[in-house]
């Protein structure tokens, strides 16, 4: 399978402990966007990434989240000193320039 | 008040109904995307649009740029057309943003 994967799907911590997840997109894609989605909710812009570079971060993404993408490759997105309200799903998704993006199946982080 | 607005928010259909979404935005935009999402949450791209129409089987999506307006039709609906379909748009700036979704059931 060649599509986009996120590792882990399920993640359940408690508040105040710092998680990673990681995404790998689609070999051949250059964008690679991280997104979150509450329940009932549509999903929300956090951050993307050309190649290396994080072109843009929304103002969603506060102090305590990071995301790197060292190679141009995988992705990892890093939230420190989780909070309750830090639970939702966390999506990836990635495409080549301005073309359709794909999705992968998404980290449910729960916090305790 | 969302850059991106759905309607409806929940929409009931018998099989072989004829459906339609409606999405509406209030940015300047590069493309349109429709979304899909099965309970679980995947997300399925269903179309990326700038202008015009695209056809894919039995779904129709629409753009009509001047009136910021797009809308996803489903033709002959099926019980396995049940999904959120979400509308979400590309910024000029680069940023996506995202209606809330249209809940979609479809009975036998």
């Known amino acids: 399978d060649t599509g986009v994967s996120q590792d882990p799907r399920h993640k359940i911590t408690k508040r105040g402990q710092n998680v990673t997840f990681r995404c790998d997109p689609i070999?051949?894609?250059?964008?690679l966007y991280w997104y979150r989605q509450t329940l009932g909710q549509g999903p929300e812009f956090l951050t993307y990434?050309?190649?290396?570079?994080?072109?843009?971060k929304s103002r969603l993404l506060s102090d305590r989240f990071s995301a790197e993408r060292p190679k141009g490759s995988f992705s990892t997105l890093e939230i420190q000193r989780t909070e309750q309200g830090d639970s939702a799903m966390y999506l990836c998704a990635s495409s080549q320039d301005f073309s359709e993006q794909f999705f992968g199946p998404g980290t449910r982080l729960t916090v305790l | 008040k969302n850059e991106v607005e759905q309607s409806p928010q929940n929409l009931t259909a018998q099989e072989g109904e004829f459906i339609t979404i409606n999405c509406s935005y209030s940015v300047g935009i590069s493309a349109l995307h429709w979304l899909q999402q099965h309970p679980g949450g995947g997300i399925v791209s269903l179309f990326m649009?700038?202008?015009g129409k695209k056809k894919h089987g039995r779904l129709i999506a629409t753009i009509n740029i001047q009136e910021k307006h797009s809308s996803l039709h489903i033709t002959a609906s099926h019980p396995r057309d049940s999904a959120v379909y979400i509308c979400a748009v590309l910024r000029t700036g680069n940023q996506f943003y995202f209606g809330t979704g249209t809940s979609l059931t479809v009975i036998p």
């Open positions: 070999s051949e894609h250059n964008r």
């Open positions: 649009l700038s202008s």
């Open positions: 990434f050309q190649n290396e570079a994080q072109l843009e």
